[in-house]
């Protein structure tokens, strides 16, 4: 089945314990991205990547990082986490990055951070 | 900075009726346009992609584009109680992926 896969599904941590979201995709895609959900913010875009070994910032990247060794996977990694960061995490890819491309979510990560 | 606008709600519908939702977006350039629905607490499901004005329909679901206008909709017609959920419109028209907007909040009424 084609999906994106993300672990863990909820995690509750502490201030400044670092943590990493992983992030897989079976499809073969080549861009891949990481977003936080907010109530009345909506959706915005941490980082993406439109390949292997390249990634760029999005709307919002302070505190976080990530990496782009394989095609298949994207982690985001808290390094030093904060209360503002708890939110709703997804990973989202699609084939190409291209305009008319299809974005598929992963089914989301809900982290705490107290 | 590109911004995708949208009425948060709720917009409250009676069963069977049209549910209409509407989408602005501020960067011309933008060339495709997608309406997501999410349901509370899980993931956007991709339900129409729009990339030329005029109408797209798809079942019970039609986009509409206008570009000049910079305008987004989507028609939902014989709505069901399924369809409430919060509905996102996204836009995209470079490398850097989509834009979201906050998203309606869609209640149909029984």
């Known amino acids: 089945e084609a999906q994106v896969t993300q672990n863990p599904r909820y995690l509750i941590t502490v201030t400044g314990k670092k943590l990493t979201v992983t992030c897989s995709q079976n499809?073969?895609?080549?861009?891949m991205s990481w977003y936080r959900q907010d109530p009345g913010l909506g959706l915005r875009q941490i980082y993406y990547s439109m390949n292997v070994e390249v990634t760029d910032k999005g709307d919002v990247p302070e505190g976080y990082k990530v990496s782009r060794k394989e095609k298949r996977n994207f982690p985001l990694i808290l390094e030093s986490p904060s209360p503002n960061q708890t939110s709703l995490y997804f990973c989202?890819?699609?084939?190409?990055?291209?305009?008319?491309?299809?974005?598929?979510f992963g089914p989301g990560t809900r982290l705490t951070v107290l | 900075q590109k911004e995708v606008e949208q009425n948060s709600g709720p917009l409250s519908v009676p069963e069977g009726a049209i549910a209409s939702l509407n989408c602005t977006y501020s960067d011309r350039g933008s060339q495709s346009f997608f309406w997501y629905r999410q349901y509370s607490g899980k993931s956007p499901e991709l339900i129409m992609s729009i990339y030329s004005n005029g109408d797209k329909e798809d079942g019970r679901f039609t986009a509409q584009l206008n570009k000049a206008s910079q305008y987004v909709s989507l028609l939902i017609r014989d709505s069901q109680p399924s369809d409430s959920a919060t509905y996102l419109c996204a836009v995209g028209g470079g490398a850097d992926g989509l834009t979201f907007g906050k998203g309606t909040h869609l209640i149909i009424q029984p």
């Open positions: 989202a890819s699609n084939l190409s990055g291209a305009t008319e491309a299809t974005q598929y």
């Open positions: 499809m073969n895609h080549e861009y």
